[in-house]
Each structure stands twice: as C-alpha cells, then as structure tokens.
C-alpha cells in the first residue's frame, strides 16, 4: 500500500493541464512566425505627368455649308432648296472636290408660325426646309475659292472650317515619346531633390488630345462674299501620359 501511494506521488508532477499546454504553443508559434516573417517596408512610388507635342500642317481642311429656303408649302420650299443644293452640289464638283467628299450632314422641314395674336392662337404660314452639307477640301490653298463659289451658286449658311490631318499617327508617336521623356526628367528631377534615388518605371497610362483648329465663320451669307483669305498655319498634336516609378532600396 505504501509503494502504491508512492508510485502514484511521483507521477502527479507530471501532470499539466490541457490549456496550459495549448495557450505555450500558441505562444511559441506566435514567436517563430515573427521571426521567420519580419513585417516587409512601405512600398514607394514617384507619380508625374509628362506632355509632349509636335507641330504639323494639315493637309485638308472641312467646311459645312447648305442653303436654308422658305415656302408656303412643303412642296415649295423642298423644290427650291433642291435646286440651289443642285447648284452648290455642281459649284463643288466644278472646284475640283470629289463627289464622295460631299456628304450630307443634316436635313429638317420645320413649320412657320405667325406671332400669336389674341384671342386667336399660333397660325401657319408656311414651311423652312434646309439642307446642309459637310466638304472636305484636299487642296487646301483654294479653300477661299471654293467658298466663295458656294456662295455664288446660292449657299446662305455656312459654318466653320476645320484644318485637319489624314494621317496624324506618326506625329502622335513622336509626341508620346516626347511625353515619356519628359515624364521621367521630372521624376528623376523630384527623386533628386527628395533625396531619394529612382528605381525602374512599374506603371503608366495615357491621355491623346487631338483637336483641330477650327476658324468660325459667319453662320448665314447673305450677299456674295471677296475671296476670302485662308490660312491653315499649324495643327500641334499633343501626347499626355502619367507615370509612376519605384524608388530604389
């Protein structure tokens, strides 16, 4: 009986209990994950902008012209409008611009109303027809021709001219290469002057503005215009991107 009880003291010490044992490994597995998986520094980031353009002529210009005409029928005023479109139509062709360069931009029939009176309401007297074109002048230096003949030829509305460019893409190329550059000489410039050193380029997005100029004319002709005078000078295409760098560890 005595060696029972003997037997049975020296085990006890032995013995722990269960959540003691789970809380000791939940601490050493808390401390070696520290130490295998140090905490990584702050990721770091220079962001700038950079433009570039380059300027070059256009090589055609667009012009919208019609002729607006009134009637007391539909009928009337259609049968008058088509036949001073036929004529601008002919004017255009016998200036040299290519039937498939003139192409219809816009084509409404609106009633006319007499200004109330009271008691009577709005009354009809008659309808508005126009007709309206869009023509692209490839010989840019007879555009003020061209737009005096349709002037002759009857036109009453004529809106602005466009200088554009057929084919802008090689300009655009060279203005976002320009764009880049520029982006990282600022970087490289704000890396300097923060003290830090530049790493390599990680992201980068752009935005292309390409807008033609465009010279107003007057909206309605009513008398037959001089030679007017048109300079197409110079369209300047612009490249925008932002970029973003990584700082150098």
Same mark, same amino acid.
């Given at each position: 009986m005595l060696a029972s009880r003997l037997a049975v003291w020296k085990?006890?010490?032995?013995?722990?209990? *269960?959540? =003691?044992?789970? @809380?000791? $490994? *939940?601490? =050493?597995?808390? @401390?070696? $994950?520290?130490t295998a998986e140090p905490k990584s520094a702050a990721e770091g980031?220079?962001?700038?902008?950079?433009?570039?353009?380059?300027?070059?002529?256009?090589?055609?210009a667009q012009v919208r012209s019609g002729v607006t005409t009134s009637a007391r029928t539909v009928k009337?005023?259609?049968?008058?409008?088509?036949?001073?479109m036929?004529?601008?139509?002919a004017a255009l062709v016998d200036s040299g611009i290519a039937q498939k360069d003139i192409q219809t931009?816009?084509?409404?029939?609106?009633p006319i109303y007499a200004s109330p009176s009271p008691p009577a309401g709005p009354k009809l007297t008659g309808y508005r027809v126009s007709n309206q074109v869009n023509v692209k002048i490839r010989q840019i230096e007879k555009a003020?021709?061209?737009?005096?003949?349709?002037?002759?030829?009857?036109?009453?509305?004529?809106?602005g001219i466009e200088f554009?460019?057929?084919?802008?893409?090689?300009?655009?190329?060279?203005?976002?290469?320009?764009?880049?550059?520029?982006a990282r000489h600022r970087a490289e410039l704000y890396a300097h002057a923060s003290g830090v050193t530049l790493g390599s380029l990680v992201w980068l997005s752009e935005g292309t503005g390409y807008e033609p100029p465009f010279t107003p004319l007057s909206g309605t002709v009513r008398a037959k215009a001089l030679e007017a005078p048109i300079e197409r000078g110079e369209?300047?295409?612009?490249?925008?991107?932002?970029?973003?760098?990584?700082i150098a560890q």
């Open positions: 085990v006890r010490p032995w013995i722990v209990p *269960l959540g =003691v044992l789970f @809380a000791t $490994a *939940l601490f =050493v597995a808390n @401390a070696r $994950a520290q980031r220079v962001v700038v902008t950079g433009e570039g353009s380059v300027s070059v002529a256009p090589d055609y009337e005023a259609s049968g008058a409008n088509a036949k001073v036929a004529a601008i139509t931009s816009q084509f409404s029939i609106e003020g021709g061209i737009l005096d003949a349709m002037v002759e030829a009857g036109a009453t509305d004529i809106g554009l460019v057929s084919d802008p893409a090689k300009a655009l190329d060279q203005a976002r290469e320009a764009a880049v550059a520029d369209e300047t295409l612009r490249a925008h991107v932002t970029v973003g760098f990584d």
